[in-house]
């Protein structure tokens, strides 16, 4: 079965600085996707970023940017110029590719508070 | 409404209580989930309906029953739950069969068994 593993349990940052939370993943599987979900205080979760495992290229977003190191197992989320808004539950998961499985398995979640 | 809509928003209940909690998606997806979040805890999936019908159970007990009546609803019923049970229950909709299937999350509903 797989795993997705957020060491990091709360984080911080100053205002317009960056920030890179951290997640692992294991799988014994070579083509799935991995997301990063963004859950604001008593507000939905969004999903803010995805990478396909068959592509080299890190995935960005305006302000975020990931880091995704197949061998290794490594899928970090940069935030760079973090704003207040920023603020919220970080939640990286995977979703494997094969069989049309619709099933997401997350991680514990990283709280990222921002300091004005 | 737009996106995935859940009521109520908190729910109190006792053990020996029954009540049901409403999901909507207004997305035209054809895939619908039940999502459990603790504390501490990752999300833990329930349930997955396509096309209204249930194609995963997470091993879930059996005082927990959902009803997926069409595309658009999901209802997850509750009976004789336990204090442990007492989380928020996230619904979901994704698309289906699609490469990306982006699940979209409603607020979700706060659950607290006394």
């Known amino acids: 079965a797989q795993t997705v593993t957020q060491s990091q349990p709360e984080m911080s940052v100053q205002e317009a600085e960056t920030v890179t939370l951290s997640c692992t993943y294991d799988?014994?599987?070579?083509?799935?996707?991995l997301f990063w979900y963004k859950q604001p205080p008593s507000r939905q979760m969004i999903l803010v970023i995805r990478?396909?495992?068959?592509?080299?290229q890190n995935a960005t977003e305006n302000r975020f940017s990931v880091n995704f190191q197949k061998a290794a197992k490594s899928f970090s989320l940069k935030i760079s110029d973090s704003q207040l808004g920023d603020a919220a539950m970080y939640f990286c998961a995977y979703r494997s590719a094969q069989g049309g499985s619709e099933k997401l398995v997350f991680g514990k979640g990283t709280k990222l508070t921002v300091n004005p | 409404e737009t996106g995935v809509t859940q009521t109520p928003r908190h729910l109190v209940m006792g053990m020996t209580n029954k009540k049901s909690l409403k999901c909507e998606q207004h997305l035209g997806h054809n895939a619908m989930y039940w999502y459990k979040q603790s504390a501490k805890k990752p999300l833990e999936l329930m349930f997955v309906y396509n096309f209204k019908e249930q194609t995963e159970n997470n091993s879930v007990p059996s005082r927990f029953s959902p009803e997926c009546p069409n595309s658009s609803h999901l209802f997850l019923h509750l009976h004789t739950l336990q204090p442990e049970d007492s989380a928020l229950y996230l619904c979901?909709?994704?698309?289906?069969?699609?490469?990306?299937?982006?699940?979209?999350f409603g607020p979700g509903t706060r659950l607290t068994v006394l």
């Open positions: 799988t014994s599987e070579s083509d799935y996707y």
């Open positions: 979901a909709s994704s698309q289906g069969g699609g490469v990306y299937n982006e699940q979209f």
């Open positions: 990478q396909e495992a068959y592509k080299q």
